[in-house]
């Protein structure tokens, strides 16, 4: 690689930014064969220190973030992750100002990692532009971002404040922006809500907290409700933890015709304790498209999985299909089998997409207790009406001649079935 050779900082810069396996490759051929392309060869041009790439100005969203915490800045121009693993084959680096001058990694408190720049934590100094600039094999493009970190939550809460809104007498979820990057299965602990001082999400009251999804689900919103809200998020990073805190500001709109509705599942569900119970959650997206819908359950506002860890209760697999002109989505709740701890518990189905947000709250109830009587007894009525049927049967065959019980034993097994041989 020609930057390799220039500049061994480059080299050094690209260990965090490709896959294991594929930096193990490209360290060998960088080290040993200097000069030889590790990648895909980028266009003369852009091979340079300083390169030829195309800068597309300054990313329309700034990060405002707070001294002291995480910050993690990602590269818009890459636009997915699925596209990242899709095209390994680029180089994310990361620039101060518009400078040549690379970030220095390495240092505990500035790192690269997985093409993303990780500030751990930041302090006021690092407020300032960033420049990220990809490198594929046939272009190269920069883009700036501009980072401002604060030190006084209060004094700028309108400022830093995500807006969100949710609609009058329904029930309605916030969401904890941008923590993608500090979710449960990267180091996340736990997400606390708080509205001024108070800790929201106690038993009993109208907010609950949905941990897992790093939202707070609110029932019966009402005009109180209004404001700011704050969601902490407890984070540990190489074993090192830290606090990532966003502030949301709350407006309210009064009940309009809404898309999703959910059309299933009732409000409470009969079934008997011991068998199995599928209840299927059916929403109508009306004409919108079902890529942007989320569909889930959650048990005593707990997501299913971590419920249900043993898989006693289970999320079916998502269905979409579509009907006169109108789209649906479904994802059933299956449980197997059902035990009388589900009657206490409060399932509910939640769809939630640009357009709205619902949740509907089902109850299972144990099935009359004459149903299951009658279950019980059915085997033992048939049994006995097997019995009856084989004495009768016997006293039959008495009266019939030798010859013709030769007959009946062998095809015998038949009789059941009441067709006769001949
Ligand atoms: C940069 O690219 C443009 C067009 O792609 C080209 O005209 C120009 O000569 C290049 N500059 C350098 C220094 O390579
Ligand atoms: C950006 O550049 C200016 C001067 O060019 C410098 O004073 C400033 O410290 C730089 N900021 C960062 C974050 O590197
Ligand atoms: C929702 O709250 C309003 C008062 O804010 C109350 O009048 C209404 O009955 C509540 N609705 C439900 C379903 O609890
Ligand atoms: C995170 O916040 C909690 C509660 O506000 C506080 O007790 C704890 O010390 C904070 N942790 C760090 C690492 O700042
Ligand atoms: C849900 O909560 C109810 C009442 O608080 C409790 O009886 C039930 O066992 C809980 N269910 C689960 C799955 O934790």
Same mark, same amino acid.
């Given at each position: ?19 294991? &396996? ?40 700034? *990060?405002?973030?707070?001294?002291? /915490? ?14 990242? @693993? ?7 680096? +990361? ?65 830093? @404040? ?5 609609? =009058? ?17 990267? #180091?996340?602990?736990?997400?606390? +809500? ?16 949905? *941990? ?11 005009? *109180? ?38 059309? @299933? ?9 011991? $068998? ?17 819908? $989320? ?15 043993? #898989? ?6 998502? #269905? ?5 002109? /109108? ?15 589900? =009657? ?27 149903? $299951? ?10 049994? =006995?009406?097997?019995?009856? #049927? ?11 001649? &030798?010859?013709?019980? =030769? ?16």
């Amino acid at each position: 690689m020609l930057s390799c050779r220039m500049r061994p900082a480059g080299c050094h810069i690209s260990t965090s930014c490709f896959p294991r &396996k594929l930096w193990g490759a490209a360290f060998i051929l960088c080290t040993l064969v200097m000069g030889v392309p590790a990648f895909p060869t980028p266009s003369a041009e852009s091979t340079g220190a300083t390169g030829n790439c195309s800068f597309r100005g300054k990313y329309f969203k700034e *990060e405002l973030r707070l001294e002291g /915490e995480p910050v993690v800045l990602r590269c818009p121009l890459l636009r997915s992750y699925l596209e990242d @693993s899709a095209n390994p084959q680029h180089l994310v680096t +990361w620039h101060e100002n518009s400078s040549a001058q690379l970030i220095p990694v390495g240092e505990p408190r500035v790192q690269t990692k997985d093409d993303a720049l990780w500030i751990l934590p930041a302090v006021r100094g690092d407020s300032g532009m960033y420049i990220c600039r990809l490198r594929e094999a046939s272009h190269c493009e920069e883009i700036a971002i501009e980072l401002k970190i604060f030190e006084d939550a209060e004094a700028v809460l309108s400022l830093i @404040s995500y807006p969100q809104t949710l609609t =009058l007498g329904a029930d309605g979820m916030l969401m904890c922006p941008d923590t993608q990057d500090f979710s449960q299965d990267k #180091g996340g602990m736990g997400v606390w +809500w708080y509205k001024g001082p108070v800790l929201l999400g106690g038993a009993g009251g109208r907010f609950h907290n949905v *941990e897992e999804k790093r939202r707070l689900l609110i029932v019966n919103v009402s005009m *109180e409700d209004a404001g700011y809200y704050r969601c902490v998020l407890a984070f540990v990073h190489e074993g090192r933890q830290f606090n990532v805190t966003r502030h949301v500001r709350l407006r309210l709109h009064k009940q309009t015709d809404t898309v999703p509705v959910i059309i @299933s599942p009732l409000d409470t569900i009969s079934a008997s304790l011991g $068998s199995r119970l599928t209840i299927p959650c059916k929403v109508s997206l009306g004409t919108s498209t079902p890529l942007t819908t $989320s569909l889930w359950w959650i048990a005593n506002f707990t997501q299913i999985d971590s419920a249900y860890p043993g #898989g006693r209760v289970t999320e079916g697999p998502r #269905g979409e299909y579509s009907a006169n002109g /109108e789209n649906f989505v479904e994802v059933p709740l299956n449980f197997d089998p059902v035990i009388r701890e589900d =009657l206490s518990t409060d399932f509910r189905c939640i769809v939630s997409n640009t357009l709205g947000f619902q949740t509907l709250r089902t109850t299972v109830k144990e099935a009359p207790s004459t149903f $299951s009587w009658g279950v019980a007894l059915a085997p033992l009525t048939l049994v =006995l009406l097997v019995l009856g #049927g084989i004495c009768l049967h016997k006293q039959w065959k008495r009266r019939a001649g &030798k010859a013709y019980r =030769l007959t009946t034993l062998r095809t015998g097994f038949q009789n059941f079935h009441s067709i006769p041989e001949k």
